[in-house]
C-alpha cells in the first residue's frame, strides 16, 4: 500500500516535470491535461473566454474543467485557488475580483509556484500571489476567504478530509467551495489505488462522490452538491466508474 509520502512524491515528480515544459504555447493536447487528450469532451471544458489570458497560460490547462464558471466570482472577493498550477484559473479569478480583491494560489510543487509566479510578473498582475503548501494543512489563516475554487487536484490528495477541513476553516462564514474535481461511481480496488502513474494523472487518487459529499457535510459544509457530472475518458478499464464532476458546498 503507497504511503501518504509516496504519493505525494509521484505528484510531485509529475507536475514538476510538466510544469519545465517550454512556456511557449503548447496545444492542450500535449499538455498532458489532467484530462488527457480532449480536456473540452470530457469536463465540459471553459465556459469562459480563455483570450482573457495569454495563449501560453489559456495552453498550460492540467484541469477538469471550469471553476471560474462555477464560482461566479464577485469584484473584491478574495479567492483560494487550491492546486493552482500554472496560475490559469487564478489569473481568470484575478479579473473577477477586480483590484479590491485577492486570488492566492497554494501548490506543493515548486517548480509550478515559480512558473506561475513568472507568468503573474510577466502578465503585470498584482492582485494574485503564490504561496508553497501542502492543501491539507493550507498556509492561510482561519477565516479569510470568500470562494476556495480548484481544479483536479483535491482527487491528487491522500487525505481529502484533511483538504476539505481546510476548506472550511479558512472560508468566512457563508463562503463557497466551487471546484471541478475527478470522482468515482463505485470503489476502485486497492491494487488500482497502488498505481502511482495512474494516482497521479488524476485517476485512482478519486473517491466516491457520495463520500465525497459526506466528506464535506461531516466537516461542516451545507448544501454540498455535484452540479454536473461527465465520463473521463480513458478510464475504461478500472473496478468503478470514473468522473469528473463540478462540486459546490457552502460554510454556513
Ligand atoms: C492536475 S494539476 C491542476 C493544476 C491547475 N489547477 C490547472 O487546472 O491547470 C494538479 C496541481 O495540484 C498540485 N497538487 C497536487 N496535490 C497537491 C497537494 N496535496 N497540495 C498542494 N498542491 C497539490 C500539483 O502540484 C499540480 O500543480
Not at 192 to 216: H, P
Not at 218 to 237: C, I, S
Request: contains cysteine; charged residues 25%; aromatic residues 6%.
Amino acid at each position: 500500500m503507497s504511503t501518504r509520502q509516496d504519493i505525494h512524491a509521484a505528484v510531485q515528480a509529475r507536475y514538476a516535470r510538466l510544469a519545465e515544459q517550454t512556456m511557449d504555447v503548447i496545444p492542450l493536447q500535449q499538455a498532458e491535461s489532467c484530462c488527457g487528450d480532449d480536456t473540452n469532451a470530457c469536463c465540459g471544458g471553459y465556459l469562459v473566454d480563455l483570450s482573457e489570458v495569454p495563449d501560453e497560460v489559456a495552453a498550460f490547462s492540467l484541469g477538469c474543467g471550469d471553476p471560474i464558471s462555477i464560482a461566479e466570482l464577485q469584484p473584491g472577493e478574495i479567492v483560494v485557488d487550491l492546486g493552482s498550477g500554472g496560475g490559469l484559473d487564478a489569473f481568470l479569478a484575478a479579473k473577477r475580483v477586480g483590484d479590491k480583491g485577492l486570488v492566492v494560489g497554494i501548490d506543493m510543487t515548486p517548480q509550478m509556484i515559480e512558473r506561475a509566479t513568472r507568468s503573474r510578473d510577466k502578465q503585470g498582475i498584482t492582485n494574485v500571489d503564490f504561496k508553497l503548501g501542502n492543501i491539507e494543512a493550507i498556509p492561510l489563516p482561519n477565516n479569510v476567504a470568500d470562494v476556495i475554487i480548484s481544479n483536479c487536484v483535491i482527487n491528487l490528495a491522500p487525505d481529502k478530509k484533511a483538504v476539505f477541513a481546510e476548506a472550511f476553516r479558512v472560508l468566512k462564514s457563508g463562503g463557497r467551495f466551487a471546484v471541478a474535481d475527478i470522482v468515482t461511481r463505485g470503489e476502485l480496488t486497492d491494487a488500482e489505488r497502488a498505481n502511482m502513474d495512474a494516482w497521479s494523472e488524476c485517476m485512482t487518487g478519486a473517491i466516491d462522490v457520495d463520500v465525497y459529499l459526506n466528506q464535506l457535510r461531516e466537516v461542516g459544509f451545507v448544501d454540498a452538491q455535484v452540479t454536473h457530472v461527465a465520463e473521463y475518458p480513458m478510464t475504461g478499464g478500472f473496478s468503478a466508474q470514473i468522473l469528473s464532476a463540478r462540486i459546490t458546498a457552502r460554510k454556513p
